[in-house]
Every structure is written in structure tokens, then in C-alpha cells.
């Protein structure tokens, strides 16, 4: 009897495992499998004390069940609460770090081109616009173009031009996997809530919009 209770809970927490479907997030699958296995854990304590055990054994053993069983759930939350606090405190550190490398290379190569701008060496009095500059140094680039040259296979980051006229050249720096601010924000290549900052280069100088 007792392989039919165990062949039983297997196959009833199994079940209840797979009930939220497939997700990235393992947890409510947990959460699921772990309400139907302390319900089946009751039920075996109910099967396992009947008669011909004291009476006293019984109250015995479900007053030790009531405080261990809602002692394992307080366990559970709380993991489950540590693990999604570690994710979210992941992800902002990610954020941070993906943000510190946009700065440190974004405007840098806008500035180099405002300097040639300014400063056209080897080229006498004749000056080019700011977009001539960016289309000699990023030959047959175009609008929607990436220009970000990947320094590892888990580089994610994309430097996107958005414009590109002989005045004005705004580039739209986005991470493809870490998440921004803004869930709910719009990227410039059509994910949703990614971080993306954007550097604007006019004659003037190189400001800097922080788009999520």
C-alpha cells in the first residue's frame, strides 16, 4: 500500500508541476508542486496514524504537522522571495555596468568626429559635414544600421544610427537582453523595456538623452 502513496504523491506533484505551462520563470511551477506535495504530505499523515495508534500518538503527531508544515512554507516564501530579490538585484547591476560601457564608448566616437570637424587635418580649409565624416569612417552605413562591433560572443550591446544628415547624427545605444526602467518602453529595434540611451552629435557638441 504504501508504493501506491508513493507512485500517487510522484505522479500528483508531477502534475501539479506542469499545470502553470512553460515559462522562464521556474517559480509558480514550484509553488504549484509545492502546495500539492504539502497537501499530499497531510494526507499521508492522516493515512499513516489511524487506528491501531493511541490516541495520544495521534494528537501527538498532527501537532507536530501543524507546526512544521506552515514552518516549511514560511521556508518556501521566503526562497522564493531571496531568489526574485537576487534576480531584480542582478539585473540593476547589469544595468549599471551596461550603461557605465555606453558612456565610456558611445560619445567618445561622436566626439572624435566633432574634433575632426573642428579640426580638419590634412584637408587644408576644406571641411566636410559632420555626416560626411561619419559616412568616411562607417562606409555604406545607413539609417537602422548597427555600428557596435562586439568585443565577446555575450556582448549584447547594439549602437544603432538614427539619423544621419550633414548636421545633425543621433545613435541609439540599446542592450538587447538587460532590462531598463521602463518595462513597457518601446526600443529602437522593437524589443520592449531594454536599456537604451541615446547620444545626439551637432556642431555644437554631443548631448545625451538616458531613454531607458
Known amino acids: 500500500m ?5 507512485i500517487g504523491g510522484l505522479i500528483v506533484v508531477s502534475v501539479a508541476f506542469l499545470l502553470p ?3 522562464p520563470e521556474v517559480w509558480p511551477n ?13 494526507a499521508v499523515i492522516a493515512y499513516t496514524i489511524r487506528s491501531p495508534l493511541t490516541k495520544k500518538a495521534r494528537t501527538a503527531t498532527w501537532i507536530i504537522a501543524v507546526i512544521t ?10 526562497m522564493d522571495s531571496t531568489s526574485h530579490w537576487q534576480q531584480r538585484t542582478l539585473l540593476s547591476i547589469r544595468a549599471t555596468i551596461g550603461r557605465g560601457i555606453i ?9 572624435s568626429i566633432l574634433d575632426e570637424y573642428h579640426n580638419p587635418k ?6 566636410m559635414s559632420l555626416g560626411k565624416i561619419f559616412e568616411s569612417r562607417y562606409p555604406r552605413t545607413r539609417v537602422g544600421d548597427n555600428i557596435h562591433i562586439p568585443n565577446s560572443e555575450s556582448d549584447s550591446l547594439r549602437v544603432f544610427v538614427s539619423t544621419l544628415l550633414d548636421t545633425i547624427i543621433v545613435l541609439e545605444a540599446q542592450e538587447l537582453y538587460v532590462k531598463g526602467r521602463d518595462p513597457s518602453f518601446k526600443n529602437f529595434n522593437g524589443r520592449t523595456g531594454m536599456v537604451e540611451e541615446r547620444y545626439i552629435l551637432t556642431a555644437k557638441g554631443v548631448n545625451h538623452e538616458s531613454r531607458n
Open 103 to 111: 558612456a565610456s564608448e558611445v560619445p567618445d566616437t561622436l566626439l
Open 69 to 78: 508544515v506552515p514552518a516549511l512554507g514560511v521556508f518556501w516564501t521566503g
Open 30 to 42: 514550484l509553488n504549484v508542486a509545492g502546495l500539492a506535495a504539502g497537501v499530499y504530505i497531510l
Open 2 to 6: 504504501m508504493l501506491l502513496w508513493l
Open 21 to 23: 505551462g512553460s515559462h
Open 122 to 127: 590634412g584637408r587644408g580649409i576644406r571641411k
